[in-house]
């Protein structure tokens, strides 16, 4: 006869995934409201029902082994659909409810992201939306391994699991102090301020900072960087102290030049403007409130 088939236990596979998310047990037992102690108890059960390790531990925390992340992909396939059926259910007893997990990159956040989302929440007051900020790489990790269900990325990021639709245009500007020799352009080049001056850069991480390097280099012109930082707001503060000159969304310098004496000055070259993505792992097959959340995005951005 046949091996039988292993039965879950769902209490046991969400602890798991949070103890992923979570790189410790302790943190995911506070997270959970349990003790460290029963968390470990239903992984050791769990891993000798499957008859594999799943954890490794180490002075990080733990990590899953290559079965551990096996398991995470259809632990996290299994939820959705059972997320999914949940929320079915519910649309049809009382009308459209649900959570949204939307992931996005700073620039879109700081843009007209806000009031759209406050334009949905109005149109479908029962639906909860999460919204977690990171960089576009972490935006489409997050969507194509499940932890979120849309996101808002740029899109010279690889996605090829993802359905993607397109969003707001985004310009990148120049900025300085408000008596640099470059304040007071109404546009400028790259190369006019790249071959003159250093800059206070983003993080090799960055999806504008490689943005901003790639055209340096096609051009054949310097990108010399004073320091880099991690942030935005960061880097407002630096070019406002004198460390250099900047290049951000003109969206995220522009509310912000009168308050910190900064002048902004917008692009001129082809490269500096471009549009942000709308992300998801299949809109048709999402629960309801992410899909209603991903078509009113994308009717927003085609109105403008």
């Known amino acids: ?87 079915v259910a519910a649309d049809y007893a009382s009308g459209v409810r649900g959570e949204v997990r939307l992931n996005a990159n700073a620039s879109s956040i700081v843009d007209t992201l806000p009031d759209e989302l406050r334009q949905f929440s109005r149109r479908h007051p029962h639906i909860q939306l999460r919204l ?50 470059l304040a007071g352009h109404e546009r400028l080049s790259f190369s006019d301020a790249a071959t003159a001056y250093d800059f206070v850069g983003l993080s090799e991480g960055s999806s504008i900072g490689t943005r901003i390097r790639s055209a340096a280099a096609n051009m054949g012109i310097p990108y010399r960087t004073a320091m880099q930082v991690t942030t935005f707001e960061a880097l407002r503060r630096m070019v406002q102290a004198g460390m250099g000159i900047g290049i951000l969304p003109e969206s995220c310098s522009a509310p912000y030049a009168e308050q910190l004496g900064l002048s902004c000055i917008p692009l001129a070259d082809e490269w500096a403007s471009y549009h942000l993505s709308l992300c998801a792992r299949k809109v048709d097959a999402l629960p309801t409130a992410p899909r209603l959340l991903f078509q009113f995005l994308s009717e927003q951005a085609a109105e403008t």
């Open 1 to 87: 006869m046949g091996k039988s088939p292993t039965r879950f236990d769902l209490i046991s596979l969400r602890l798991f995934l949070t103890v992923i998310e979570e790189s410790s047990i302790t943190r995911a037992a506070t997270r959970e409201h349990v003790t460290a102690s029963a968390v470990s108890k239903r992984l050791s059960e769990l891993e000798a029902q499957l008859g594999v390790q799943l954890f490794e531990r180490r002075s990080s925390g733990v990590q899953p082994t290559a079965a551990g992340r096996a398991l995470e992909v259809d632990a996290r396939s299994m939820f959705a659909m059972l997320d999914r059926m949940q929320t």
């Open 132 to 181: 977690d900020e990171g960089r576009s790489t972490e935006v489409v990790e997050a969507v194509t391994s499940g932890r979120a269900d849309v996101g808002i990325f740029v899109p010279n990021i690889p996605a090829p699991e993802l359905e993607t639709a397109p969003y707001r245009k985004v310009t990148l500007a120049l900025i300085t102090p408000s008596d640099h020799p």
